[in-house]
C-alpha cells in the first residue's frame, strides 16, 4: 500500500519512496543518557517506534538505527559528582533508558550507535569539512562555516541574516560568524574523558555526531529522519549543513517530527517542576497507558496531558483487550453473515489506508472500535468462523502496526485494575471483591438479569466503584 508523510523539508504530505525498494534507512535522535528519561522523551521514542512498526507492517524491511548520546556535558559534569568515570554513569543510564523501552513495548532498533564509539567516524567527518573548506580551526577549536552552505535554512526555513546573536548570550569571538557552530571543542582538564585528534584532545560537539553515525550505519544519503520538533533548528538544519557539505550528496529525502508533550497547556519543562520520568509513571500505572496516551492524538498535533488521558486510556485498553479475549474464545457457526463479512473487510482496508496516510493512528483506531462494537454485538448471536477471522485480521494489524494491544490480555486489563487504584488514590483490600462483582454483574447482564446487576452495581458503589455501561454492551469501570 502506498505511504505517505508528511516531510518537512518541503512541509507538505509526499508519497513515501526508499531509494532501495527492499530497504528503508531510518535514523531517529536517541536520548542524552545523563539520567532517567521523562515522559516528552518517551513521546518521541514512541513515535519512531510507530514508524519502525508501520513500515515493517507494509512489508518494508527496514534498517532503524537509533543513537545514544553519552558524551554531554551533563554526564560530565554529573559522572564528576558521583565520582565515577562518564562512561560508567552514561552506560548505566542506557541499561535504564532500554529498561524503559522494553516496558512501553517498543521493538528494538536494528542498530544503537553512541558517540564515544563512533569517534574515530566523527573525527573523519570533521577533517572531510575541513578539507571542503565548510571547517576552519582557531586555537584547538574546529567550527562549520555556516555563511559557506548556501541551502542553509532549506528545512527549518530560517534565514541566516535574520538570526540575532548575542541576545541571550555573548557571541564567541573565535567565530568567522555569529552562526557559526562547533565540530570540535578542546579538552578541559577536570571533565574527565577526551579523544586524541589532529587538533589536539578534545571531544566533538553536539550536532556531528548524528552525522557521522547516520553515515556509518546508514550511508550518505538516508530514507528518513525523525525527532522532535525542538530539534528541527539548530540541531537537524546542523545536521543537513555538515552531512551534505562533507559527502557532496543529499542526506536525507524524508524529515519527520513530533510535536511537544505538554502539561495541561504549557510544554514540558524542568523549570516547571513538571517533568514526570517515563519509570516513576510505569510503576504507578503501566507500559501500555503510557504509550497509549502518547500515541491517542497524532505525532504532529501537541498533546496535553491531564488526569483525564489516563483515565480514558484506560477505558479504551481495558475495550480492546476484553474484546480481544472474547475474540479468541468465540466458537463459531455455520450462519449468513456475508454482509458483516465485508464490513469487517471494508474496515481493514480503511485501518490501513489511515495507518497509510502520515500514520495516522487516531483515526484507525477510531475505525476499529466500530469493528470492535459491532462484534461485541454480533458475538451475543451467531457468527462465522470467516467472520471470526476477519476480525483477528484487525487485532493483528493494529497490534504489529501500533503496539496498542498486547498479546497477554488478562496481563493487561491486570495493570489496569492496580492502575485505577493508583490514579484514585485508593486503599482497598477489597480487590478481589471488586473483580469478582464485576465479573458476576458481566454475566447477569449477558443474560438479561437486570435486576440482579443493578444489585450489584449498588455494592460496587458501596465499595468505591463506578461502572460505566457502554454503548456496544461493554462496561468500564473506576475507583471513585
Same mark, same amino acid.
Given at each position: ?7 518537512? +523539508?518541503?512541509?507538505?504530505? /509526499? ?14 535522535? %536517541? ?8 515522559? %516528552? ?23 532503524? !538505527?537509533?543513537?545514544?548520546?553519552? !558524551? ?18 552514561? =552506560? ?70 535574520? +538570526? ?6 555573548? !557571541? ?7 552562526? =557559526? ?14 579523544? =586524541? ?7 566533538? %560537539? ?25 530539534? +528541527? ?7 543537513? $549543513?555538515?552531512?551534505?557539505? #562533507? ?11 513530533? /510535536? ?11 523549570? +516547571? %517542576? ?8 510505569? /510503576? ?42 472474547? !475474540?479468541?474464545?468465540?466458537? #463459531? ?8 463479512? *465485508? ?9 490501513? *489506508? ?60 491486570? *495493570? ?7 490514579? @484514585?488514590?485508593? @486503599?482497598?483490600?477489597?480487590?478481589? *471483591? ?9 454475566? $447477569? ?36
Amino acid at each position: 500500500m502506498e505511504i505517505k508523510v508528511f516531510n518537512n +523539508l518541503t512541509r507538505q504530505k /509526499e508519497i513515501f519512496k526508499p531509494i532501495d525498494p527492499n530497504l528503508v534507512k531510518f535514523y531517529s535522535c %536517541g536520548p542524552t543518557t545523563y539520567n532517567f528519561l521523562h515522559v %516528552g522523551n518517551a513521546r518521541a521514542a514512541v513515535v519512531a517506534d510507530l514508524f519502525h512498526r508501520c513500515l515493517k507492517s507494509f512489508g518494508y524491511n527496514v534498517k532503524f !538505527v537509533r543513537n545514544f548520546t553519552d !558524551v554531554d556535558d551533563k554526564i560530565l559534569e554529573t559522572a564528576k559528582t558521583r565520582g565515577i568515570h562518564p562512561k560508567e554513569h552514561a =552506560d548505566e543510564f542506557i541499561k535504564e533508558c532500554l529498561k524503559d523501552y522494553e516496558c512501553l513495548g517498543m521493538l528494538p532498533a536494528t542498530v544503537t550507535p553512541t558517540v564515544s564509539e563512533s569517534m574515530p567516524e566523527i573525527i573523519s567527518m570533521i577533517e572531510d569539512l575541513i578539507k571542503n573548506g565548510y571547517g576552519y580551526v582557531v586555537n584547538g577549536e574546529v567550527y562549520y562555516n555556516v555563511p559557506k552552505f548556501k541551502d542553509y535554512g532549506k528545512l527549518s526555513k530560517v534565514v541566516l541574516e535574520s +538570526l540575532q546573536h548575542g541576545i541571550r548570550v555573548d !557571541v564567541d569571538g573565535q567565530k568567522m560568524h555569529p552562526s =557559526d557552530f562547533v565540530l570540535w571543542k578542546p579538552a578541559k582538564p577536570e571533565e574527565g574523558w577526551s579523544w =586524541d585528534s589532529p587538533w589536539g584532545k578534545g571531544r566533538p %560537539g553536539w550536532h556531528i555526531e548524528c552525522s557521522a553515525m547516520a553515515k556509518k550505519h546508514l550511508g550518505k544519503t538516508i530514507d528518513l529522519h525523525h525527532g522532535g520538533v525542538d530539534l +528541527l533548528f539548530p540541531h537537524h538544519e546542523n545536521e543537513i $549543513a555538515q552531512s551534505e557539505a #562533507a559527502n557532496g550528496c543529499p542526506f536525507c529525502h524524508n524529515w519527520a517530527h513530533n /510535536e511537544f508533550l505538554n502539561f495541561g497547556s504549557e510544554k514540558m519543562s524542568k523549570s +516547571l %517542576g513538571n517533568v514526570v520520568t517515563i519509570r516513576k509513571f510505569t /510503576e504507578s500505572f503501566s507500559g501500555a497507558i503510557l504509550r497509549h496516551i502518547l500515541l491517542s492524538v497524532h505525532y504532529r498535533s501537541k498533546l496535553d496531558w491531564t488526569d483525564d488521558s489516563i483515565t480514558k486510556a484506560i477505558g479504551e485498553i481495558e475495550r480492546i483487550h476484553d474484546c480481544a479475549l472474547l !475474540v479468541g474464545s468465540a466458537i #463459531a457457526k455455520t450462519c449468513d453473515d456475508k454482509f458483516e463479512v *465485508e464490513n469487517v473487510k471494508k474496515s481493514f482496508i480503511q485501518m490501513q *489506508e489511515e495507518i497509510a496516510n502520515d500514520f495516522n493512528v487516531p483515526a484507525a483506531m477510531g475505525i476499529f472500535f466500530q469493528v470492535i462494537k459491532e462484534f461485541n454485538r454480533l458475538v451475543k448471536g451467531e457468527i462465522s468462523n470467516e467472520y471470526i477471522n476477519e476480525v483477528k485480521k484487525c487485532f493483528h494489524f493494529m497490534r504489529d502496526a501500533t503496539g496498542l494491544i498486547h498479546d497477554n490480555a488478562q496481563e493487561v486489563l491486570g *495493570e489496569l485494575n492496580t492502575a485505577r487504584k493508583h490514579l @484514585s488514590g485508593t @486503599s482497598s483490600d477489597n480487590d478481589q *471483591e471488586v473483580l469478582a462483582l464485576l465479573d458476576e454483574r458481566k454475566s $447477569a447482564r449477558a443474560t438479561k438479569n437486570f435486576s440482579r446487576s443493578d444489585e450489584i452495581r449498588s455494592r460496587l458503589n458501596e465499595l468505591g466503584v463506578i461502572v460505566k455501561d457502554n454503548p456496544d454492551g461493554t462496561a468500564t469501570w473506576s475507583y471513585k
